[in-house]
């Protein structure tokens, strides 16, 4: 089996070098290694650390980004889409490999994250490291577990099932592209099966530089589920849950805000994208003009 690795980045590579670095630790290395950047800062100080690391440029936006690496990974079985602030344990690449060999009807395959800086304040490249090391359940090589969807920080798709449907990230998500994993794995998941990997495990940092804006997030946050649920991605039931859930938590927190999270951005937003909605306007691109 050839296993690429793909990284899309931006704004991050002091981060970047440092998952790099995380991969010699493999057990079982990647084939490939590639890195989509924007601009040459994106990767300053990463050559060298992983020899024969790829790195393709393109334009701004994690949709374009991925489908330039799932271009340039055509001659590969599977590729493990990882996020720049990503670390495994050392035996995920031979528990991803396994379990796809195992089972053909799995088409994505997501890890399980121990630890997700995402969902507070993030966490340093030292305190993920701590976690890896402290983490000492090891599950079953082979278990799996159904899923709803690939979690973009950690999800692996099937390359023959990508070509042969022509799958591809929605590019109509554009920037930080909020659910493009969701859509992206849930339309691969019509022809074969998502699983969670409990045994393939990782740390997401959730740093926080390099990220959009929070009006920018939050009329995403609206108008990116509806724009699912009329695609057939996100049943609408999940979507306006999500949607609701998502615009009481940044009103009732926008009084005393998390230091890393601009609430009260996300909240105006939202309200943008839910005049939108109301106004028959919205499309995720409309991002762009906030």
């Not at 031979?94 to 088409?107: N, P, Q, S």
């Amino acid at each position: 089996m050839r296993l690429a690795i793909g990284i899309a980045t931006i704004g991050r590579a002091v981060v970047l070098r440092e998952v790099l670095a995380e991969l010699h630790r493999q057990n079982r290395q990647p084939d490939r290694v590639i890195i989509c950047h924007t601009k040459p800062a994106d990767v300053e100080g990463c050559d060298g650390v992983w020899p024969g690391c790829e790195f393709l440029q393109s334009a701004p936006g994690l949709p374009k980004q991925r489908n330039v690496i799932l271009d340039a990974a055509a001659d590969c079985d599977v590729v493990l889409f990882l996020d720049d602030d990503f670390l495994p344990q050392p035996e995920y690449l031979a528990v991803l490999e396994a379990c796809f060999t195992a089972d053909a009807a799995m088409v994505v395959a997501t890890g399980e994250v121990i630890a997700d800086g995402a969902k507070g304040p993030g966490l340093s490249v030292e305190e993920g490291r701590r976690l890896l090391a402290a983490d000492r359940l090891r599950p079953e090589a082979l278990a799996t577990v159904p899923a709803f969807n690939g979690y973009g920080c950690n999800m692996a798709v099937r390359m023959a099932t990508v070509r042969a449907h022509g799958v591809r990230v929605d590019e109509n998500l554009p920037l930080y592209a909020w659910y493009e994993d969701l859509d992206f794995t849930r339309l691969l998941g019509r022809h074969g099966s998502v699983r969670r990997l409990p045994a393939a495990r990782g740390v997401h940092l959730g740093v926080k530089f390099g990220r959009g804006s929070g009006l920018r997030l939050g009329y995403s946050q609206v108008v990116n589920p509806v724009y699912l649920g009329r695609k057939g991605t996100y049943p609408w039931n999940r979507g306006l849950r999500s949607i609701g859930r998502h615009c009481l938590m940044n009103l009732l927190r926008s009084a005393a805000p998390e230091p890393w999270v601009d609430r009260w951005g996300r909240f105006r937003g939202n309200m943008i994208g839910l005049w939108d909605v109301l106004r028959g306007r919205a499309h995720p691109m409309r991002v762009l003009g906030l």
